[in-house]
């Protein structure tokens, strides 16, 4: 992912650091599309990690990909997913993972998941019932609903 700057010396400074832990973020990651340090944060950051690689324009498979396998794998037969693994399912962290795979184009083959969310999502109270977070993240992204 190119970041393009001006040539002031502090937009190349800041070019190089966004560049250096960039590379950093794409050599730790694991083969299962998540980053496995002394604690497991759940999927959500995963999730926000692809929304937010989406909106800065930056798509490379090799990488999406990965972290779209751990979404998938991470999704509860109610069609939610939780905050950490063995939480109920939340509904801020299922807005998060299906917004993230609907960027993509990534429910493809996966529609029986992605009615489940929907369920899940319209069940707990939809959008409006959000964390303000998440609310942010899908204002950014110009969401005002899924879908």
Known sequence: MAIHSSHHPIDIGV???????MATLVQEQADDGAWHHAFDMGVMPDAQTAIFLYLLGHTDPAWTQAIFRRIRCTQRVDGSWG??????????????????????????????????????????GGLQACRNLTKVVLAIGGRSRLG
């Not at 070019?15 to 832990?21: K, L």
């Not at 993972?97 to 992605?114: I, K």
């Open 15 to 21: 070019h190089r650091i966004v560049q250096m832990a």
């Open 83 to 124: 905050v950490f693994p063995d939480a109920p399912g939340d509904l801020s962290t299922t807005v998060e993972c299906y917004y993230a795979l609907s960027l993509y184009a990534a429910w493809q083959g996966h529609e029986t998941e992605r009615t489940a969310a929907e369920a899940f999502i319209c069940q707990k």
